[in-house]
C-alpha cells in the first residue's frame, strides 16, 4: 500500500487486491524486460553497442559561430581578460562546442587570442570560411 500511496492512486483503485496484484504483475514485466535486454546484448556484437559520434552539419557549425562572432552575449559568452590586458570572448579563446566537438575562430584581419592565432595549436584543420575575400574573413577550425 505505501506503494501506491506514493503513486498518488486514487481510493478506488487502491483496494486490497489491487495492491497485492499491481507489485507482482509489474515485478514479472520488470524480470522479463530485463531478461530479454540482457539477451539481445549478449547476441550483439561489442562495436555495435557504442554510440555512433556525432557529426553536426557545416550549417550549424556555421550559424553558432556567426552568432558569437557578431553578437556578444554576456550571459553566455562573457569576456576574459588576457594577460597582456586587453579583453576578449570567452568563445575566442575557448572555442564553441556544437555537436560534441570543439570548434574555435579567428578573424583574419583583427587580433585574436585563439590557439591558432596564439601559437599554442599543434595542429589545426580549417573547416569553413566565413565572409571570404572581406576584412571580416573568419576561419572556423578544429585542433586534430
Not at 93 to 109: A, L, Q, S
Request: proline share 6%; charged share 15%.
Amino acid at each position: 500500500m505505501a506503494l501506491l500511496r506514493r503513486m498518488h492512486v486514487p481510493g478506488h483503485l487502491a483496494a486490497p487486491w489491487h495492491a497485492l496484484h499491481v507489485p507482482v504483475m509489474l515485478a514479472g514485466v520488470l524480470t522479463a524486460g530485463f531478461a530479454i535486454t540482457g539477451a539481445v546484448a549478449a547476441a550483439l556484437p561489442m562495436a555495435s553497442l557504442v554510440a555512433p559520434a556525432f557529426s553536426p552539419s557545416m550549417a550549424r557549425v556555421t550559424s553558432v559561430v556567426r552568432q558569437h562572432v557578431n553578437e556578444w552575449q554576456p550571459a553566455v559568452d562573457p569576456l576574459l581578460i588576457m594577460d597582456n590586458g586587453l579583453q576578449a570572448k570567452a568563445s575566442n579563446v575557448n572555442g564553441i562546442e556544437i555537436g560534441g566537438t570543439r570548434y574555435y575562430y579567428r578573424v583574419r584581419n583583427s587580433v585574436s587570442f585563439d590557439p591558432v592565432s596564439l601559437g599554442t595549436a599543434q595542429a589545426a584543420r580549417v573547416v569553413a570560411v566565413l565572409d571570404q575575400g572581406t576584412h571580416w574573413e573568419t576561419e572556423i577550425y578544429k585542433l586534430d
